[in-house]
């Protein structure tokens, strides 16, 4: 049982919609995502462990643990399974969460997944690399500063996906880029092609692209949510 109660907010009616945003945001990211679904979905944007109203615990500030904070999510909710919808961090703990619980994933949407940090462009880890060293020279004197750590930590060390394992996973997936997305096109190919029943889509814009261009977004995943039967595992 996790040692803390996540935050999150919900909307509209009918079978359960799961939202998990990106490093350092909270479920307000999906705003316009929240007012599409919420027709035909009870959406759910979760705020992650430390994240917007979530706090931190005591617990492991880790994907694995973010995974498991969101196991005990849907236990505390009674959602048995739905469609999961991640975003960048939150894409790696929806995978995550799926090579774990296969059977409680319906239909799985990674937007901005890497399976490791060498999935990221240069031009955008090495900053990040750099202001997480910075950070943590000050993290023993400035809890502002050990929070940023933490929070930067996670894309600087984290996720440790192997590809292989992603072979077993027989969730329908779809996997959705920006076409300047800041993960290299070269391993969001690696994350589709791995993936046994994904497809691959791209959308006009940067890595925020449920924020930016909702329309063409939202449309691709309704599209992915709505298509065929879905066939048991």
Not at 70 to 85: G, Q, T, V, Y
Not at 198 to 203: A, G, I
Not at 210 to 220: D, M, Q, T, V
């Amino acid at each position: 049982m996790s040692d803390i109660t996540l935050c999150y907010t919900k909307q509209g009616a009918g079978p359960p919609l799961l939202l998990l945003h990106g490093n350092g945001e909270d479920g307000s990211y999906f705003v316009h995502q929240m007012e599409y679904f919420s027709a035909r979905y009870t959406v759910y944007a979760v705020d992650t462990r430390g994240h917007g109203h979530s706090p931190r615990g005591s617990a492991p500030f880790t994907i694995a643990q973010f995974a498991q904070d969101l196991s005990d999510f849907m236990n505390e909710h009674d959602i048995l399974r739905a469609p999961i919808l991640g975003f960048s961090d939150g894409a790696n703990i929806a995978l995550t969460f799926a090579l774990a619980h296969p059977g409680r994933v319906s239909r799985l949407i990674l937007n901005g997944a890497n399976l490791d940090p060498s999935g990221v462009k240069p031009h955008i880890q090495i900053p990040i690399i750099l202001g997480y060293k910075i950070a943590s020279l000050f993290a023993g004197k400035s809890s502002k500063a050990k929070l940023h750590a933490e929070m930067l930590s996670l894309m600087v060390n984290e996720p440790h996906i192997d590809p292989e394992a992603l072979k077993y996973l027989r969730v329908r997936t779809l996997v959705i880029v920006g076409t300047k997305d800041m993960i290299k096109d070269s391993h969001t190919l690696l994350i589709a092609h791995s993936l046994p029943r994904s497809q691959l889509e791209v959308v006009v814009g940067d890595h925020f692209i449920a924020a930016k261009n909702p329309h063409a977004f939202n449309r691709a995943v309704d599209r992915f949510l709505s298509e065929g039967k879905e066939i048991p595992l």
